[in-house]
């Protein structure tokens, strides 16, 4: 073997094992979640933290207008800000996360602060997920669900949602339609689902 061939091979070689390090020692990974500066969210007042780890997370939907772009997902979680805190005269987005038919994911009250979500006996120990639009008649696209899998995957690697988590759907906890009978419908074959 040529010098030049043996020098490659080692080159060759040591790449291998970096990428092998990596694949073993990255820690996990989350997808990006748009923070509440980039959607310009008005200033939360919410002070109830959250004790984590979670075992529940509650998934709904806004019933309102579906957004595809990123651009009208943001203006979407203002409308939804604002109808919360100055219709409902909470302290904030009632959701930890909202996801948009975009495929983003965007920070709600985040992981940290209790949502107004599901009332007062789940929002203490739930994460509140809502898909922006209206899901009676029709399912998000796989891109929003695929969004939401990865934010649920993204808690258990952050400590924030206990591994053995239980999804459950909005009507699951309250007197409600939400999150509409097709995503609803689709929830019900995640691994984590139980209506019990």
């Not at 957004?67 to 805190?85: G, I, M, R």
């Not at 107004?116 to 509140?128: E, K, L, Q």
């Amino acid at each position: 073997m040529s010098r030049r061939c043996a020098l490659l091979a080692w080159a060759l070689l040591g790449l291998l094992r970096l990428g092998e390090a990596q694949k073993t020692e990255a820690p996990a990974c989350c997808s990006p979640i748009v923070p509440r500066n980039e959607w310009r969210a008005l200033e939360s007042e919410c002070t109830q933290r959250l004790s984590l780890p979670l075992r529940y997370v509650v998934v709904s939907h806004t019933a309102g207008s579906s957004c595809n772009t990123p651009a009208s997902c943001q203006q979407q979680t203002q409308n939804v800000q604002s109808y919360h805190v100055k219709k409902q005269g909470w302290c904030d987005v009632g959701y930890n996360f909202m996801i948009g038919e975009d495929g983003l994911v965007y920070e709600g009250r985040g992981w940290n602060f209790m949502g107004a979500h599901a009332g007062r006996f789940w929002n203490p120990m739930s994460i509140g997920i809502s898909f922006m639009g209206n899901y009676m008649d029709r399912v998000p696209p796989p891109r929003a669900l695929r969004a939401a899998q990865g934010l649920l995957a993204c808690g258990v690697a952050q400590g924030a949602l206990k591994s053995n988590y239980v999804v459950k759907g909005h009507r699951d906890v309250q007197r409600t339609l939400s999150p509409g009978d097709q995503l609803y419908n689709l929830i019900q074959n995640w691994p984590h689902y139980s209506s019990r």
